[in-house]
């Protein structure tokens, strides 16, 4: 393979009969259930990692809308990790959705800061305990794009040898820079695009977390966002509003006048933008944030997927638009052709 080329891990053809059925997006869970012809579902896993932007390497304040780095974004039921003991954590969060009807077989959502920021043999230690489940098909590990090396990428490829499904979930936020700086991200968006390449490279999945409504973020650039994932590949997406959450910088800000947070309307029509801009073969994953919001100060109005979810589709339909509309990078061949 030339050090240049991308590639793309994701069938597309299920994706594409996911549309043929109707879908006006590419929801993660259907691919899933197709690719594996049975329902999958995520199960919380809490290693205790800390995070560079907290512990002082790059920082010790965290991005801007980050609280405890990051457990009070995920709902209540997600936090339900009752011991330390992590072979322990694995076998009752199987059980606890597995009674809830969530699926057959789980993927270990290593959540929780910065799951990759460790030296390869703890990793392995904790990834394999993770893994050591009839239920387990693989692992989905939160991370930052800076936080990879290549012994890591080469430790997760080791996993995709013995047959499991690795992703990795990446914080990206934003592709533009002047947006990571000012959210005090302490990384750019060169760290991704190698991430991208170097672990589609092993045959790991990649995926990121994309906040709408970002401070100083226009329209224009969250649309470009969408434009610039799709092209360097991509598998899946989370989509979520910019919260304010209680003890953060943005807190302040908010409170000061300074920040404002995007409406329900606002939130709804520009991920709509988003979609249209978008790769119709990138995943996605969440559409909004759906989370036990027990420390939010703003905004006002329910985040949840649910709620959120077919407001985005109305806007779509009444567009009679879907993912991928207007998604083009470039001139046809047939287009090449200078009209008369």
Not at 90 to 107: C, F, N, S, T, W
Not at 143 to 166: A, F, M, N, S, W
Not at 167 to 179: A, I, K, M, P
Not at 312 to 321: A, N, P, Q, S
Request: aromatic share 10%; net charge neutral; proline share 4%.
């Amino acid at each position: 393979m030339k050090s240049d080329e991308i590639p793309i891990i994701t069938k597309k053809g299920f994706i594409d009969e996911l549309y043929r059925e109707g879908k006006i997006y590419a929801p993660y869970g259907l691919y899933e259930r197709k690719v594996h012809g049975y329902k999958i579902f995520k199960i919380p896993f809490n290693a205790s990692f800390t995070c560079p932007n907290w512990d002082g390497r790059l920082s010790r304040s965290g991005c801007i809308f980050c609280p405890n780095f990051a457990r009070q974004f995920t709902y209540e039921s997600f936090r339900r990790v009752l011991t330390e003991d992590l072979e322990e954590q694995v076998r009752d969060q199987i059980r606890y959705y597995k009674a809830q009807g969530a699926g057959e077989k789980a993927l270990v959502y290593v959540a929780f800061g910065t799951n990759t920021y460790l030296s390869v043999d703890k990793l392995k230690k904790i990834f394999d305990t993770a893994l050591n489940h009839r239920d387990v098909i693989g692992l989905s590990i939160g991370t930052r794009p800076d936080c990879l090396p290549d012994e890591v990428l080469d430790l997760l490829q080791g996993y995709i040898k013995e047959g499991k499904e690795i992703w990795l979930e990446l914080g990206q936020q934003s592709v533009h820079f002047h947006t990571d700086e000012r959210a005090n991200r302490q990384h750019g968006f060169a760290e991704s695009i190698r991430v991208v390449r170097e672990a589609h490279k092993r045959g790991i999945y990649v995926l990121f977390f994309i906040i709408l409504g970002l401070p100083y973020e226009t329209p224009s650039e969250v649309i470009e966002t969408a434009r610039v994932v799709s092209a360097i590949g991509i598998d899946a997406i989370k989509l979520y509003p910019c919260l304010v959450m209680e003890g953060t910088q943005l807190q302040k800000e908010y409170r000061d006048g300074t920040y404002r947070p995007l409406s329900s309307l606002e939130y709804a029509a520009l991920a709509a933008d988003f979609l249209e801009n978008l790769s119709p073969h990138v995943l996605i994953q969440r559409i909004s944030k759906d989370c036990g919001l027990d420390g939010k100060i703003a905004p006002g109005w329910d985040t949840h997927r649910w709620i959120v979810g077919p407001r985005v589709e109305k806007i779509l339909m009444i567009r009679g638009t879907k993912q991928g509309s207007r998604f083009k990078l470039g001139l046809t061949a047939e287009e090449l052709v200078p009209l008369e």
